[in-house]
Nanobody, 114 residues
Framework: QVQLVESGGGLVQPGGSLRLSCAAS????????MGWYRQAPGKQRQLVAA???????DYDDHVKGRFTISRDNAKNSVYLQMNSLKPEDTAVYYC????????WGQGTQVTVSS
């Protein structure tokens, strides 16, 4: 069964923090590179952070130094700690493999606004 379930989004003021969680089915998670993507209104979905099965990470320049991706292989889960949030981080956030498979979860909305 192919499943991706994201959670943890919400409304936060600029400068605030959120921690996103993603539970994936074994067939997706396994030993694959996992990533967090985001899609802002009117824009294409983009990869913002990725992590390999052994913990090597990579970040988009717009989030580097503010976001931290991590994973728990025993729980088939991946996380995104987001600090120093900016209004331009407002988007729906999704997890998936990197590169992604065709199935996506429902995403979790992150809104950064005062």
């Amino acid at each position: 069964q192919v499943q991706l379930v994201e959670s943890g989004g919400g409304l936060v003021q600029p400068g605030g923090s959120l921690r996103l969680s993603c539970a994936a089915s074994e067939s997706i998670f396994s030993t694959n590179v996992m990533g967090w993507y985001r899609q802002a209104p009117g824009k294409q979905r983009q990869l913002v952070a990725a992590i390999s099965s052994v913990g090597a990470t990579d970040y988009d320049d717009h989030v580097k130094g503010r976001f931290t991706i991590s994973r728990d292989n025993a729980k088939n889960s991946v996380y995104l700690q987001m600090n120093s949030l900016k209004p331009e981080d407002t988007a729906v956030y999704y997890c998936n493999r990197a590169p992604p498979i065709s199935s996506w979860g429902q995403g979790t909305q992150v809104t950064v606004s005062s």
